[in-house]
């Protein structure tokens, strides 16, 4: 009977076997429950969050309407909902709840990939500088945009700045590696310590354009300081969203070759992983998801460490399941960090990279002195 | 029917090649000259000093050092086949068995199965059998980290052997074992036991290629020895044409005694001038 029901599970996903056979030592299941629990937990907190502001809106009564909407590009307002209501959803509330899953699951992802590819824990965008270097790419056109680079700004409309955060993020990433990196062996110390150089070598260059930049431009920088969703629209998500969606889907295809670098570099060469190739993919998905990231909201922190870390205490390190569970786990937290953020001083708004640090740093405090002793840093 | 497949040359059934071989780590040369052949049911066994060269041959022949001159695994070209291809050919047990985050033990030894197509085998019970050939039975859920070296080391060993099971695959030339001094943080019995797994994979057809430290293991267990010093392959040959108290005491620049029991039995090395205290 069992063998029977055994067998109609193996015919009916081949690939899903791999966890049939295994008494002891088998956290797949419990991997594949969390992950569709945290998918089911982000859309929560996106409703929720929609819900949740100065305004009381009948949430429930709206989100049907709003599927019709979104989908016919219908821009009219809908029967029996007060246009009031209406606005502050479709306009105000629903970009920036969808930026915050997208900039959440972003920067838990590359977080997850980052400590993936450095075989550490505490490699992260923030910490190692890529955060700094894609905020230089964007000061560099919010400042210059108007005058020297108006030229590229008019070829690119509103995918200049996310793409010149990526740019800044993509080639902090390259020279991260190559200068962490001899003979294919990543020195985590060199990596850290080089990442501190290039976060202040870009921080002056950064510090350069405020200097010569004018008022309008200092209050437009002066996000990338601290990280919000504040004025986020649907422009805003246009001009992010390509770059996430496409790291967020080509991201599963790096699990296989992650969980072999797990082994170490060489053994993942053994076991059949062109390690090269992965290396080359993971760096850019990461800039371009962090460089999107930035671009849109600013340096918000701590997400791309606490996220996975928490996942692999309590799902593992299978990056099958810890890539889409940080996913979803990074968007809910932002979006509830934001909803915070938006609400706790209201009228007023705290940057969200406030909140972040005040729960993330703490939290990075406690992995180091949990894991000192038992994983060397070295 | 697969066996009309199989082709009647034994250069790309059985023969591991090597000739001319040369490997620079930076600008300094390493292994400057070594040619030899292992075949397939037999242990190979590589010994010599500490820098002689023994770990870069290694690397070379699995696929992780660019060399000079030639290495034909199957028949083919060390250096042009890709990593799959590679990984369907041979597994390998490196020195260092460090990992950075904390699987247990049924998802490193899971870890083996990657460059297979998901179809092939029953998994479960194939990292159990695994497990228990390396004597780790009732490990399969115990985190990575937690174990002592020794255990880790096995655990690797596992992981290797579900990588390249069957010592003569149905379908392709017969597999190969590359282990890079798999016994030395072990205790004496699971020495034995593990140097016995790799000898029985090669009875069983497989091919075995070992770098090794213990003389007395190499002894015991190896059918053919190449010995390195200072970058060149000092003697290659039969077990008991090369295993002399004359050529070690060479290749170790340090003098040795082969000693054996009355009926010129169970060899051992040792030092020359020692002598055990009363």
């Not at chain 1, 056979?21 to 929609?50: C, H, I, N, Q, W």
């Not at chain 1, 821009?75 to 502050?88: L, T």
């Not at chain 1, 479709?90 to 977080?111: E, K, N, T, Y």
């Not at chain 1, 770059?243 to 053994?267: K, Q, T």
Request: net charge positive; hydrophobic share 50%; glycine share 10%.
């Amino acid at each position: 009977m069992n063998d029977a029901i055994a067998r109609r599970r193996i015919l009916a996903k081949p690939r899903s076997f791999i966890s049939m056979g295994f008494k002891a030592g088998d956290r797949e299941p419990l991997a594949r429950a969390a992950t569709l629990l945290l998918a089911a937990a982000t859309l929560g907190v996106m409703v929720a969050s929609l819900a949740i502001g100065p305004i009381a809106v009948p949430i429930l009564d709206m989100l049907p309407k709003m599927s019709v909407a979104l989908l016919s590009a219908d821009r009219g307002i809908p029967e029996g909902i007060s246009p009031r209501d209406w606005i502050v959803v479709m306009d105000i509330r629903l970009p920036r709840v969808l930026l915050g899953a997208l900039v959440g699951a972003a920067l838990a992802v590359s977080g997850a990939v980052m400590q993936g590819l450095f075989r550490n824990p505490l490699a992260d965008p923030g910490i190692v500088g890529v955060s700094a270097g894609a905020g230089f790419g964007a000061a560099l056109f919010i400042v210059l945009g108007g005058s020297v680079l108006s030229p590229v700004m008019t070829l690119l409309g509103i995918y200049a700045l996310p793409l010149a955060a990526f740019a800044g993020g993509l080639m902090t990433t390259l020279l991260l590696y190559r200068i962490g990196t001899r003979r294919g062996v990543t020195s985590v110390a060199t990596l850290l310590l080089a990442g501190i150089a290039l976060g202040a070598l870009t921080g002056a260059m950064t510090g350069l354009l405020v200097y010569v930049a004018d008022d309008q431009q200092l209050r437009d920088l002066q996000f990338w300081g601290l990280g919000s969703l504040a004025g986020s629209n649907w422009n805003k998500l246009a001009s992010a969203a390509p770059i996430i969606l496409a790291m967020l889907v080509c991201v599963p295809f790096l699990a296989r070759g992650l969980n072999a670098l797990i082994l170490g570099e060489a053994a993942a060469g053994h076991i059949g992983i062109r390690v090269q190739r992965l290396k080359n993919a993971s760096i850019l998905m990461v800039a371009g998801a962090t460089g999107a990231s930035v671009a849109v909201s600013g340096g918000i922190g701590f997400v791309g460490i606490v996220v996975p870390h928490l996942l692999r205490l309590t799902i593992g390190p299978d990056h099958r399941y810890l890539l889409p569970a940080s996913a979803f786990l990074g968007a809910a937290l932002l979006i509830a960090a934001d909803t915070l953020a938006r609400t706790i001083v209201a009228p007023a708004e705290l940057p969200i990279g406030i909140i972040t640090a005040f729960a993330g740093a703490p939290f990075f405090l406690w992995i180091l002195l949990r894991k000192r002793g038992l994983m060397g840093f070295s | 029917m697969t066996l009309l497949n199989r082709s009647t040359d034994p250069e790309k059934e059985t023969l591991l090649l090597i000739s001319g071989v040369g490997v620079n780590a930076g600008r300094i040369e390493i292994v400057k000259e070594v040619s030899f052949s292992a075949v397939a049911g037999e242990v190979l066994a590589i010994i010599g000093p500490s820098g002689s060269g023994k770990t870069t041959l290694m690397r070379a022949m699995t696929g992780e050092s660019a060399y000079r001159g030639s290495i034909k695994l199957a028949g083919r070209q060390v250096r042009e086949l890709d990593p799959g291809a590679q990984a369907d050919l041979r597994g390998v047990l490196p020195q260092n068995s460090q990992i950075s985050f904390p699987l247990n033990v049924t998802e490193v030894v899971s870890l083996g199965f990657l460059c297979h197509r998901p179809e092939r085998v029953d998994r479960g019970p194939r990292v159990r059998e695994a497990l228990a050939k390396v004597g780790l039975n009732g490990f399969e859920g115990r985190i990575y980290q937690d174990l002592s070296g020794g255990e880790q080391q096995r655990v690797q060993l596992a992981r290797v052997l579900v990588q390249v099971w069957d010592p003569v695959p149905m379908d392709g030339p017969a597999h190969w074992l590359f282990l890079d001094e798999p016994v030395s943080s072990l205790d004496i019995k699971h020495q034995y036991q593990i140097m016995q797994l790799a000898r029985d994979y090669a009875d069983s057809g497989g091919g075995v290629v070992t770098v090794m430290h213990d003389l007395n293991l190499t002894l015991a267990f190896a059918d053919k020895v190449l010995v390195m010093k200072d970058g060149y392959g000092l003697a290659f040959g039969r077990r008991e044409e090369v295993m002399t108290a004359e050529l070690l005491s060479t290749a170790y620049d340090f003098p040795l005694k082969m000693t054996a029991n009355e009926n010129g039995e169970d060899p051992l090395v040792t030092p020359e001038r020692f002598r055990s205290r009363p």
